[in-house]
T-cell receptor
Framework: KAGVTQTPRYLIKTRGQQVTLSCSPI?????VSWYQQTPGQGLQFLFE???????NKGNFPGRFSGRQFSNSRSEMNVSTLELGDSALYLC?????????????FGPGTRLTVT | EDQVTQSPEALRLQEGESSSLNCSYT??????LFWYRQDPGKGPEFLFT???AGEEKEKERLKATLTKKESFLHITAPKPEDSATYLC?????????????FGGGTRLMVKP
């Protein structure tokens, strides 16, 4: 069974630009969550989508947004990039079955803002 | 606010030298506590889920335990390939969605 895939794996953007990252969950998984990982703050929750609806949101500015499609694939968008947005962005999917709550992570997208 | 604290931040072991990693947590209702392993430049790899105090789970040289305030990841006779960052995370009851709150991780280095 294929794991969570994320594209692109690496991105370099300039301050002020916007970026869109993509995530394909494990087949059959309907919940997709996004996390930001930095050396200083560690892993922080961005938002979660389930059945195309945002179910939960972390403490990030409105420049960070996301969406989920009917096939459970998800995208996240960051507008007006700042230097501090440089990070590893991780996507995780979950089966959402009673008693099963594990989240499986993709390899991440390394975003560098210059 | 949920809080997860892992200690130590870094741990150096000789091959075969057993030890334990600690994860202390405060959360408003615990649905599950998760352990992950992360290698440099990769996403976290799922290891264990623990749901209630007293529960234990094992996988090869790793054993995870849970109390009402903390969890331990015991590593028995580690090998160099066990070198990685180990992350602990907590999850609230289902009405709060699937959000995970992570600790800062323990960076484990096992020398041959």
């Amino acid at each position: 069974k294929a794991g969570v895939t994320q594209t692109p794996r690496y991105l370099i953007k300039t301050r002020g630009q916007q970026v869109t990252l993509s995530c394909s969950p494990i087949s059959g998984h309907r919940s997709v969550s996004w996390y930001q990982q930095t050396p200083g703050q560690g892993l922080q929750f961005l938002f979660e989508y389930f059945s195309e609806t945002q179910r939960n949101k972390g403490n990030f500015p409105g420049r960070f947004s996301g969406r989920q499609f009917s096939n459970s694939r998800s995208e996240m968008n960051v507008s007006t990039l700042e230097l501090g947005d440089s990070a590893l962005y991780l996507c995780a999917s979950s089966l959402e079955l009673a008693g099963v709550h594990e989240q499986y992570f993709g390899p991440g997208t390394r975003l560098t803002v210059t | 606010e949920d809080q997860v604290t892992q200690s130590p931040e870094a741990l150096r072991l000789q091959e075969g030298e057993s030890s334990s990693l600690n994860c202390s947590y405060t959360v408003s209702g615990l649905r599950g506590l998760f352990w992950y392993r992360q290698d440099p430049g990769k996403g976290p790899e799922f290891l264990f889920t623990l749901y209630s105090a007293g529960e234990e789970k094992e996988k090869e040289r790793l054993k995870a335990t849970l109390t009402k305030k903390e969890s331990f990841l015991h590593i028995t006779a580690p090998k160099p390939e066990d070198s990685a960052t180990y992350l602990c995370a907590v999850q609230r009851p289902s009405y709060a969605g699937n959000m995970l709150t992570f600790g800062g991780g323990t960076r484990l280095m096992v020398k041959p």
